[in-house]
């Protein structure tokens, strides 16, 4: 008998520890900071990894056209120059002496042309003056038809002389177009990158011109955004940036998506697809090719809306709820959410401005319970 009533007051202790310890979880879910509902501005971003890169056409390669002795080279790695100035000589006696030898041959040219149009003129007036002379019956007809084969012969030598002029003319045009290949002009404005010659060196031009300086313009920037493919299906034109770099991370830069491209890229098994940004000429000044971004992608904002702190929506038997506190008492409510972002959740339903949630206070950890919200925007 005495075994039973110990077995009946195990089962009772038993039974009570159970009903503590349900009640007591109970009560921690209804415990915590309080908060109350207000309006605010909510920002759904997504982060990504972005580089800087030169925009098509900010990198120029200058080469040269002409072979020879390089006399002088103005600037050097670093230097900035203005579009237009002159960046390299090139020894160019050899072409200056075949430009005056075209010169001569031009006048020579023209010399020739100028006879030959004389003796034309002298064969045209000694044709009239046959015909003339052939009507009055003073001379024959065969002297008349020699004067016509020599006007003709002289006709086909003025222009024949014509088109050794034009020739002479054209060989030498094309000599003061390669004599101006022996002074290159800076074709952009920007810095030198890199040179790959010094004075005295000779260059050789063959099938493709030899590159000689690089010049970068440091305002025409762009930035590549690399966007995981789980994320591509919300970015889109037209959406706005905000980045900032390492080497000035309390500067936040902002930009707008300019275009996606189409085509992936694949690195590590994992496929992104690139966004791009133009980078504002103020702000390129201030960053380098190749610098690694940090990238927030605004996807959806949110103005004068309801919220409450992201903590403070449970997801339980498959619901999205609150625990609000009225009169006293915390009671469990079901809300729609709406917009999150890194510290608020829109609540679209379920909640009015000026009512009081409970957020679940730290765990003995010191750390915040797990958010088991549902899905939401």
Not at 253 to 269: L, M, S
Request: hydrophobic share 35%.
């Amino acid at each position: 008998m005495k075994r039973k009533v110990l077995y009946a007051v195990a089962a009772l202790c038993v039974i009570g520890l159970i009903v503590f310890l349900v009640t007591r979880k109970g009560d921690k879910q209804k415990t915590g900071e309080p908060f109350t509902v207000k309006r605010a501005n909510v920002v759904y971003s997504t982060e990504q990894t972005g580089i800087i890169k030169a925009q098509v056409g900010a990198i120029v390669k200058v080469g040269t056209r002409a072979t020879g002795t390089l006399n002088r080279l103005k600037f050097q790695v670093g230097d900035y120059v203005k579009k237009g100035d002159l960046i390299v000589e090139i020894d160019d006696r050899e072409i200056l002496a075949n430009i005056r030898n075209f010169e001569a041959a031009v006048e020579g040219q023209r010399r020739d042309l100028e006879a030959k149009r004389a003796q034309d003129v002298y064969n045209q007036t000694n044709y009239e003056r046959e015909q003339r002379l052939l009507a009055k019956e003073y001379t024959t007809k065969d002297s008349v038809e020699k004067a016509e084969r020599e006007l003709g012969v002289s006709r086909a030598q003025v222009e024949l002389g014509k088109a050794k002029v034009r020739e002479a003319k054209e060989k030498l045009t094309a000599l003061k177009v390669s004599h101006s290949y022996t002074k290159i002009y800076a074709p952009i404005s920007g810095y030198i990158s890199s040179v790959a010659t010094q004075e005295g060196e000779t260059v050789v031009s063959g099938l493709s011109a030899p590159n000689l300086i690089t010049i970068i313009d440091p305002a025409k920037l762009e930035m590549w955004i690399y966007v995981d493919e789980t994320d591509i299906g919300r970015v889109k034109p037209g959406l706005k940036v905000e980045y900032w770099v390492d080497a000035y991370r309390d500067r936040m830069y902002k930009g707008v998506i300019d275009r996606i491209y189409p085509q992936p890229e694949i690195k590590e098994n994992i496929v992104y697809y690139l966004a791009i940004v133009k980078i504002d000429p103020g702000d390129a000044l201030t960053l380098k090719p190749e610098m690694t971004s940090h990238v927030r992608i605004v996807i959806e904002e949110k103005a004068d809306v309801i919220v409450v702190p992201n903590g403070a929506i449970r997801f339980e038997d498959r619901k999205n709820v609150v625990y609000v506190r009225s009169k006293g008492e915390t009671v469990r409510r079901e809300v729609v959410p709406g917009v999150r972002d890194q510290k608020y959740t829109e609540i679209t339903s379920g909640l009015a401005e000026g009512e009081v949630v409970i957020v679940p206070s730290m765990t003995p950890a010191g750390k915040k319970p797990q958010n088991n919200a549902g899905p939401r925007r």
